[in-house]
């Protein structure tokens, strides 16, 4: 799918401007909490987080209609012709890294146990209780009676199974009125990701928020769960590297050393502007360089950038039980693998979204009956959690692409 991409003056004007603002906001609220009496140093926390809110609330505004367009466009677009094998190692691939990831970033959450610190009182009014579901409820849960009332609710697995029928349907159309789909579903899709930046700009304004409420109410005692979260994500990901690793040393042997010192430099470059789009232009050119045919770049990097985002992956699991921990929701062993399914799917077709995972966090929080003002704890450290992992989709889409080009025969 050739899809429209965020503005590249967004990479970089962006994490200045977020850094000052976590900085000035976790300032601000300790000083508040410090200085002013817990009562009113509450009100005064309500009152800055109604900003906060109000990002939260734009957030969820484009989670529907923007899956709906870039999931159906991408399959819509896939008319051309099979590429047989190549296709088919990618995809193995991609699910077995996504799995991995995910069950990674849960069992890492559930032995670290990094949110069980803050004790937060459940939101007014209080989220939905999360329930366990039947084989037979979840089965038929996939079919939306109605889009409408699918996207009016954010049903991120009824929107994902109706794009998808949508965009197949499109596909099976004659040549003319397939073509013209394509473009319109293009054009929807380039206006999503075109107010998706647009609210994405607004999120150093709602870090600050975020983080002067989070220290105005808890004060110093605050730090040290978020700090704990960071970290724990962070050897996480570490674990997830030397899994990366292992794997591509056993499929690709003594080429693996070679490979990952090629794939330092754009994995930095994701790493320090906490954009994995960033570093595209230098993964390609080092993987070509490399001997990797450059019409399996093409094909696997592109996909890999909509489907294998390892650190995304592990990112939405780690962060969703982080957030059950701290407004003491428990999860029982059927509601996370229920969690782990919907996760599989949840950042699929958002491909070129500002903190794609930020919006897919955002869409799936409530569907297993936490806060989704839970969001606003994660988002005054997302960008130091963005550096990771956007640093570790390239490493991931960089050996998935070498995998391929060394399995799949030419034609």
Sequence with gaps: ???????????????TAILAAMLLGCAGGLAVNLIMAAPDAARIADGVGVVAELFLRLIRMVIAPLLFATLAGGIAGLRGGGVGRPALLAA??????????????????????????LHLPPPHPPARAAVAISPHDLLLHLVPTSIVDAMARNDLVQIVVFASLFGAAALALPDEPAARMRVALGDFAAVMLRLTTLVMRTAPLAVLAALFATFARGGLAVAGPLAAFIAGYYATMLVLWVLLAGVGFALLGRALPGL??????????????????AA??????????LGVPSRLVGFVLPLGYAFNL???ML???FASLFVAQAY???LGLGQQVAMLLVLMVASKGTAGVPRAATVALASVLPLFGLPSSGLLLILGVDHLLDMGRSGTNAIGNGI???VVARYARPG
């Design 328 to 330: 003491g929701v428990l």
């Design 310 to 312: 390892d650190g995304a």
């Design 280 to 289: 595209f232009p230098l993964l390609v050119e080092r993987l070509e360089r």
């Design 315 to 317: 990112f939405l699991a």
């Design 1 to 15: 799918m050739a899809h429209a991409s965020a503005p590249s003056s967004l990479v970089t004007a962006v994490p």
């Design 92 to 117: 193995s691939w991609f699910a077995a890294a996504s799995l991995v990831s995910l069950v990674l970033g849960l069992l890492a959450a559930d032995l670290l146990r990094p949110g069980s610190g």
């Design 400 to 402: 998935a692409a070498a």
């Design 260 to 277: 990952l010192r090629s794939l330092a430099s754009p994995a930095l470059l994701a790493f320090a502007t906490a954009s994995s789009e």
